[in-house]
């Protein structure tokens, strides 16, 4: 016989929901974090896929910016390959010393102070919205690229369908949602290697034209513009392509769901994501000068590319299709991210009162509900805004990622200098973050300038709001804890007068249930409200404390079984305790 609370008695639209989002998981289950967590390759995929996918669009900014100095585009590749691994060895120190997630965030608000952590906090979180509206925006011009131009009209509403499915996919799961999406990582994975190392290994013979254009190029740039103004070249081309770099962070912002040993699995996830972003970004700029790619109205540079190179192959129009068609799903998986790190980053200030509460709460799926849904709604506000302009969202995106590289090496330079009498290596990691400063400072900058009118304001502005949000909602909480520590203090105010020996407790006689979190005021005043309503009644009381698990508790299965240790815990007095 069915319950009351059993699911057969669910109404139809509870029904529809479940079906949709998934049943609750159970929190008994003792297989239930190895099921959750991530091994490095899905973790490459899930948090991984947004920094490679920025290789669809970071290098080739780059490269325009070159104009017609496109002789500086090897040592592009190479000062870019170069920055990946610095800024990726950094964060994998974030890893090692900070194993609990959260990133730039945390670093900021533990070795910089509350305001640099809600500075960078507010920066990640619009950031990773920006990483969802960008990735499916620029997926979505991949795909229409080989629709009839009569129905772009409907690239937005596209956009905001295939973010609806996002939304449910990780409301289900992260794990699940990842899992889907496997099959398009590896697509893009197998068809870039196929297309960067053909198109070195078929151009060797240009290798010794290119090395006397480089020379020439600069021989002619030497005499016309100084080697100041082809630093100043090389600088602001590097720079702007700084969406090269963009979703380096995702992996410590997201360590919580990595599978154990936790900062080990990071580690490794980093390595498979720094390689393979080095590589592409690397390769494809060598890619563009030996094959002389020049930019064509409508297509991009890597479009371009894998046309010319599988132009002659038998099927070559169908290969270059699949590879430039996975990336545009690369694109789609990269927005993964935003929902994985976004969300953690809203529980993690949520849990310092920046954010409501109920912000680190989770949902019958054990899935931060709330944040998914408010950065998916965000994005499609995004989306119509921006019309799904790339050229738009591309601006805004670049600089908020700086903003919190920058506070996150600031934060690890002191870290490092407050351990110097501690950790021998302390100056060779301490010299590591340093250069990445130094890096993302040059490239925050001047980004900024270049592109401060374009959208740059914008980006500025809606950062500068959520800061604002956050100090009126931490405000809020303050003065909320302040109101409640007063009453409690009033309430604890109470006349104690001496008595004998406690009766002896009748187990089997009426007995009420008080909820409590501690002794308190609150606590007092409660168990004398119910000795005074029902004064002849209940003759035992039973305190009970109940374990809060939420976002900031829900790490792995110790954590649980500590607070199960805790919560639901009763001792019964006597009516005359």
């Known amino acids: 016989m069915p319950t009351n609370n059993s699911p057969e008695n669910d109404s139809f639209f509870i029904k529809l929901i479940r079906a949709i989002t998934g049943g609750p998981k159970h929190l008994r289950d003792p297989h239930l974090f190895h099921k959750m967590a991530l091994i490095p390759v899905l973790a490459w995929v899930g948090l991984g896929a947004d920094g490679l996918s920025s290789s669809a669009y970071g290098p080739e900014e780059a490269f325009r910016a070159l104009g017609e100095h496109t002789y500086l585009a090897v040592f592009l590749g190479l000062a870019t390959a170069l920055t990946v691994f ?70 937005v509403p596209v956009a905001c369908i295939l973010t609806v499915i996002l939304i449910i996919l990780n409301i289900r799961g992260v794990k699940e949602s990842i899992s889907v999406m496997v099959p398009i990582f590896m697509t893009f994975v197998l068809s870039h290697i196929l297309m960067l190392v053909y198109g070195v290994f078929t151009h060797t013979d240009k290798i010794a034209p290119l090395t006397n254009d480089v020379q020439s190029g600069f021989s002619h740039d030497l005499s016309s513009i100084g080697i100041f103004g082809i630093l100043l070249l090389f600088v602001r081309a590097y720079s702007l392509g ?32 720094a390689t393979s972003l080095a590589f592409t970004a690397g390769i494809l700029f060598l890619c563009y ?32 299709f699949i590879t430039i068609f996975s990336e545009g799903a690369l694109l789609l998986v990269a927005a993964q991210a935003g929902f994985v790190d976004g969300p953690r980053v809203m529980s993690n200030m949520a849990s310092d009162s920046w954010f409501p509460h109920r912000f680190a709460a989770l949902s019958v799926r054990l899935t931060m509900r709330n944040g998914i849904l408010l950065m998916g709604i965000a994005a499609i506000a995004l989306l119509f805004y921006t019309g799904g302009s790339v050229s738009a969202l591309v601006v805004m995106y670049s600089i908020n990622v700086f903003i919190t590289f920058s506070l996150s090496q600031l934060g690890m330079s002191k870290f490092f200098i407050q351990r110097r009498k ?152 006597g009516h005359g305790a």
């Open 86 to 155: 610095i800024i990726s060895y950094a964060y994998s120190r974030i890893i090692e010393h900070f194993p609990h997630g959260g990133g730039g965030y945390i670093v900021a608000t533990h070795m910089l102070g509350e305001k640099a952590g809600v500075v960078s906090g507010s920066a990640l979180l619009v950031d990773y919205v920006m990483t969802i509206t960008i990735s499916i925006a620029s997926c979505c011009d991949a795909v229409f690229s080989y629709i009839p131009k009569g129905y772009h009209h409907y690239k």
């Open 242 to 273: 700084g969406g090269t770099y963009t979703g380096i962070e995702a992996v410590s912002n997201g360590l919580q769901i990595m599978r154990e040993p936790r900062v080990k699995t990071g580690k490794r996830t980093m390595i498979y994501m």
């Open 289 to 320: 000068s030996l094959v002389g790619v020049k930019p064509v109205e409508g297509k991009t540079l890597n479009a371009v590319l894998a046309d010319t190179l599988f132009g002659n192959w038998p099927m070559g129009n169908w290969i270059s």
């Open 422 to 573: 501690d950790d021998p290596q302390w100056f060779r990691h301490l010299l590591v973050h340093l250069v990445g400063l130094l890096l993302c400072l040059t490239i925050l900058v001047i980004t900024t300038i270049e592109k401060f009118a374009e959208g740059g304001w914008m980006t500025l502005v809606i950062t500068s709001v959520v800061i604002g949000l956050c100090y009126l909602i931490n405000g809020h909480y303050v003065r909320v804890r302040q109101g409640m520590k007063d009453l409690d203090e009033t309430l604890l105010d109470v006349p104690l007068s001496a008595h004998g020996e406690p009766p002896a407790i009748d187990r089997n006689a009426p007995t009420a249930i008080q909820l409590v979190s501690g002794y308190s005021g609150f606590g007092v005043h409660t168990l004398f409200s119910i000795l005074s309503t029902f004064p002849k009644t209940y003759k035992n009381v039973v305190f009970v404390s109940v374990a809060l698990i939420d976002s900031g508790s829900f790490k792995g299965a110790e954590e649980v079984e500590a607070l199960d240790g805790k919560g639901g815990a009763g001792k019964i007095c």
